[in-house]
């Protein structure tokens, strides 16, 4: 709230980039014209904050200025000498900037009225009535509905379309719409220039012209209504019952077209019917009623209740026509992208993805679409949201603030993520978002950086997505899609099959996960499974006792399975990964990453296992490969570039191994990755350690005297150097210790430093990248359809009726 608001009352102050002993308080005739909206306002929190921190500001203006005639008159001498006076002053600031300047939508009706009660509860004065908020707090859906009066005049949610398909609205139409917010206006602005009611009376005449406002926009909400019902309705053209207009929308023979043209025609259609309901000569009640149903339907869609559209362009006409609100603000809720659809109906999310995201698709949290709303609200002014921290990933980043950046704001401050204070295990982004001043200082965290990317990280020289190098092709890979838990098996199961048969054996592999990866002592699997690698059916059928099981456990589920691939060989696994078994079918170790984690330390394991699809192998046994992956170049480039799941980052091979450039492996980095490999493994074997107990250790700033802590501290110092070293780049200090980051306090280097790390590494990138091209590598060829058949390395051995012990996989 403080920081989407500051700008806009002071002056000089943050926006001219003064220090804070400059700012000057606005006068307070000024502060109580600004506009401060929260669009998914709930129980009111943001808005009774808004008018905690605007009526504190008021009173501070009127320290300095003098206090208003009303409260001279009160006080006697202009001046507020006692505490009981100067809380007197203060309510009345919150009742002056509560009647002026709060609005508030939301789309529960209940919710709004709590939001009523929050407020009058805030400015409740004695022996006076509770403040009139009726026009200013409203129910509506603030993602559906016409927003400036351009849309309202041309009858379409794209006014220069509206304006091509809706000529024959010219005129007449014109002229009511203007008349009617013409008069709405001077209505809203009568009631918003009344001072904070002092007498049930007062009360009664701002009802009064609230309801004149209101009964004066019924046809033009109906209006507004049929704009967005038809938007609505025209992603599920097909499935409608047209009845009797069926044949003004569609020609019989062609009833397939895209989403335009679908909602041209309703909308043709309804303004037919709007121009005869606004004609006194043709005007019939009952066609109104039978129109009004209509919307209704198309609002419902497949809801259980329609949608109330929220049309800001003519239920705050004041605001919308005089340039917008000044500040938006609030907690908009959050909705997965995946799940979007789901939740709110593929009608209304073809309509978020049109009319707000200006066509940009991508599965993006709901709160992208209330960011971009906000802009729509406030076109010059500020905007402060908390958002789930997927509003700075992925399609969620593309559609929602990388059109900010696009539409000419700039992100001014932001906390990339941070823990909800909540219950829930949510993890949230917080965004400032404006037109800022160019002496104003941009804030990261509470440290001021040069600018911030639509990512919420600081805007560095480097810019940019990194290419994929042809250098690092085929050196990284997913592991096994099994998909089947049938394939499944625990020790004593391998041990039952092998005793039947020694045969069997060929086909049982311990069955290596993440979570065995970082929660167990020795990194080895808890469990094997069944694999017939790329055997047809009939090969496999050899193996009786394993294949019956899989016939049994997985058959049926895998014929559900929509992928007819999948259901034509369910007996292999859904993604059996034959260019990794391939590439490591010689090694007898192999490094292996949990791809979700918010460890991400690599580990040398012994192959001869089924490593996980969430799981990624590199190709490599080096102790030089094993100390690059654990460096903080490594861990800083995969932060940087992939995506996350709640604070765990996601390592992938396109996004955190094939992108970046690799130094040429030293001695010095072979020795300090055989120390790693080592000496972790002792500490972790001896004190029952995991890699992700381990590593907690590691960033717990409170351990300064544990001598195995310590030593891993060192080792990772040495990692870092070593690969610095590797690269060339002697002249960064990169000052290791305890430092705040997005995942938490770790034990890393100087986050400027890595900033810089990672401008040259993405620079780095972009050199080789050339180089490739010019060496004609580039594009890389694509790679061949025919997989080889996967060797099978290190099979179980029977030893005295038992398998090797755990412990030995490591």
Known sequence: MRYTLEPLVYQPGPAEGVPESEWRVKPADELLKLKVVDPAAGSGAFLVAATRYLGER???????????EELRQDSGDGEADSSAELEDVRLYAKRRVAASCIYGVDRDDMAVELAKLSMWLETLARDKPFSFLDHALKSGDSLVGLVNEEQVRAFHTDPEEGRAINGRLSGDVEDYIGRVLGEVTELRREIESLPPVKDPEEVRQKEKLNAQANARLTQLRLACDGVVAAALAAERYAELDLEDYEKKLQDAEDKKYNWQDAYNRLLTFLSDEFLELLDEETYDFYKEEATRSKIRDWLRGNRDHPIKPMHWAIEFPEVMGNGGFDAVVGNPPFSGGQKLTGNIGRDVREYLVVDIAKGKRGSADLCSYFLLRNLDLAPKGRTGIIATNTIAQGKSSAVGLYQVIERGWSIYRAVKSQDWPGSANVHVSLVWAGHAGEQEKVFLGDGVVPGITPELDERSRATGKPWVLVANAGKSFQGSNVLGEGFILSYSQVCDLIQKNSKNSEVLFPYLIGRDLNSRPDCSASRWVISFGSMAEEEARGYVEPFDIVERKVKPVRMKNKREARKKYWWRFAERAPGLYSSIASLERVLVITQTSNTQSPVLVSNGQIF????????????????????????????????????????????????????????????????????????MLRRDLGLTKLYNLVHDPKLQDDEDINQIREIHIEIDEAVKEAYGWGDLELQHGHYETEQGVRWTIDPKVRVEILDRLLELNFDRHAEEERKGIWP?????RKTAKVKKAATPVMQDGLFPPEGTLF
């Open 612 to 683: 996980d699809q969430k799981l990624v192998v590199f190709s490599s046994s080096g102790y030089g490969d094993l100390c690059f992956r654990s460096s903080i170049f490594q861990y800083g480039w995969t932060v940087r570039q992939s995506s996350s799941m709640k604070k765990d980052k996601v390592f992938t091979p396109s996004d955190s191994a094939e992108t970046i450039p690799m130094p040429t492996s030293s001695s010095r980095m072979a020795e300090v990755g055989e120390s790693l490999d080592g000496d972790r493994r002792k500490i």
């Open 780 to 784: 890389p060829k694509k790679k061949s």
């Open 58 to 68: 008021v009173v501070e203006a009127w320290e300095r200025d003098g206090l208003p």
